[in-house]
């Protein structure tokens, strides 16, 4: 079964520093890019960031970039995503996805289940 | 980037009625169009891609047309698990974008 479990949610102050991590299982994780959207309570969905099969292309959204930091480890199949310099707006379900193919241009087919990070003095 | 534009924001349906939804892009993106639905409190799953491709699994009252700049997603007859909201994606370049959701109710 293809599963994606993210972790290292939790509540943090503003301009703190959070790293969420999520284990893939059930597919060849090396072979497909993957992601992380959002989505804050009550609200749409929010691409913030993802990275190809090999590392080789990595983008963000703008409401991130130079604060969050995409990386993989295919042979612990594993995602993460440092998140630095975290803002109240930053607060959301994360959810990690894998893409349909080796690049991050393409549509998502497998979401995790989510991990809520919520930034709050 | 590329702006995603859903209609309308939400609608309330009968059961076996036709349902349209429609999502524009602020420029063309030929078929590189992809439709989830979130049913509340679920996360979202993958309908269809490439405007119109039907992912595994997916009822086959689903289905999705369009290219460029208009797409429709059309529910042939409405179920109560379909009470959702729906989310077209383009992936025609990044940033990827989504639109702003259609929650699609009861009558």
């Known amino acids: 079964e293809v599963q994606l479990v993210e972790s290292g949610g939790g509540l943090v102050q503003p301009g703190r520093s959070l790293r969420l991590s999520c284990a893939a299982s059930?597919?060849?994780?090396?072979?497909?890019?993957m992601h992380w959207v959002r989505q804050a309570p009550g609200k749409g969905l929010e691409w913030v960031s993802g990275?190809?099969?090999?590392?080789?292309?990595?983008d963000y959204a703008d409401s991130v970039k130079g604060r969050f930091t995409i990386s993989r480890d295919n042979a612990k199949n594993s995602l993460y995503v440092q998140m630095n310099s975290l803002r109240v707006e930053d607060t959301a379900w994360y959810y990690c996805?894998?893409?349909?193919?080796?690049?991050?241009?393409?549509?998502?087919?497998?979401w995790g289940p989510g991990t809520l990070v919520t930034v709050s003095p | 980037d590329i702006q995603m534009t859903q209609s309308p924001s939400s609608l309330s349906a009968s059961v076996g009625d036709r349902v349209t939804i429609t999502c524009r892009a602020s420029?063309?993106?030929?078929?590189?169009l992809a439709w989830y639905q979130q049913r509340p409190g679920k996360v979202p799953r993958l309908l269809i891609y490439?405007?119109?491709t039907l992912q595994s699994g997916v009822p086959s009252r689903f289905g999705g047309s369009g290219s460029g700049t208009e797409f429709t997603l059309t529910v042939s007859s409405l179920q109560p698990q379909d009470v959702a909201t729906y989310y077209c994606?383009?992936?025609?370049?990044?940033?990827?974008?989504f639109g702003g959701g259609t929650k699609v109710e009861l009558k």
């Open positions: 996805i894998k893409g349909r193919s080796v690049v991050i241009i393409d549509a998502f087919d497998i």
């Open positions: 059930g597919f060849n994780f090396e072979d497909y890019a």
């Open positions: 994606q383009e992936y025609n370049s990044d940033p990827l974008t």
């Open positions: 420029q063309g993106i030929s078929t590189y």
């Open positions: 490439a405007a119109s």
């Open positions: 990275i190809s099969s090999n590392s080789a292309t990595i």
